[in-house]
């Protein structure tokens, strides 16, 4: 073969690579566009055995006309446990009590409970959301609103419904929702990590020697 010809063969190899590469590309953004990554996230998520979320939470009162915005974390257990702190105030369950700690009154409320009634429960959810909730899409990959299915337990106070906007990496970006005083919230999900279990030293409280302990 002639160095031309070798030239022109080795294009058209070239080309026809650059081609195929080109339609499998187009068929694997294809498929991942009719892919409903809401709905893989959510599984993803259910099965966890720990899920660990950095957050900011924002608060907009109407009635006073101003913006607070707090950092967090929380860390979710399969099996229930979860330890959500936002800014100094903890709130932790170990399956046995329920923990409500507030650095700036250094008093921390306990109770016995099996179900605890969870303050940060909006946050909690997201393990088991097709329970609490149905799910419409108002942008595919991108929106949902999310409406509470009537139920008569422990998350009947969860916000009626929530907008969840999911990040181009498919991720929680934040959601949105009207408390009972039709103020906004929005929490922020900054980091997201999924492992298999958790470490037990999360659930385990630990509060200063002089905080006042409230028992119910």
């Known amino acids: 073969m002639s160095p031309k010809r070798c030239i022109m063969f080795m294009k058209n190899i070239i080309s026809t690579s650059l081609l195929i590469l080109f339609l499998l590309s187009s068929l694997v953004a294809d498929e991942s566009q009719n892919i409903d990554h809401f709905t893989e996230l959510k599984q993803q998520l259910k099965d966890a055995g720990c899920v660990s979320i950095e ?22 257990s399969r099996d229930g446990r ?21 650095e700036g009154t250094n ?23 097709d329970e609490l909730y149905t799910t419409k899409t108002l942008k595919k990959n991108k ?44 929490i922020y999900f900054i980091n997201q990590e999924i492992s298999d279990t958790c470490e037990d030293s999360y659930f385990i409280p630990d509060f200063p020697d002089s905080v006042e302990k409230v028992r119910f």
């Not at 957050?55 to 979710?76: H, Q, W, Y």
């Not at 100094?88 to 399956?95: K, S």
């Open 107 to 129: 008093q921390v409320i306990i109770e016995d409970v099996a179900d605890p009634e969870m303050l940060g429960k909006e946050i909690s959810f997201v393990k088991n959301i």
């Open 143 to 186: 929106i949902y609103k999310l409406i509470r299915i009537d139920r008569d337990d422990k998350f009947s106070d969860t916000p009626d419904s929530m907008l969840i906007y999911i990040s181009n990496n498919n991720r929680f970006d934040s959601l949105s929702f009207y408390d009972i005083n039709e103020d906004l919230n929005f």
């Open 82 to 102: 979860y330890s959500i702190r936002l800014g100094t105030d903890l709130y932790l369950y170990d399956l046995q009590k329920s923990y409500s700690y507030s």
């Open 55 to 76: 957050l900011i939470s924002v608060f907009e009162s109407s009635v006073f006309d101003t913006i607070d915005s707090t950092d967090g974390l929380a860390i979710i």
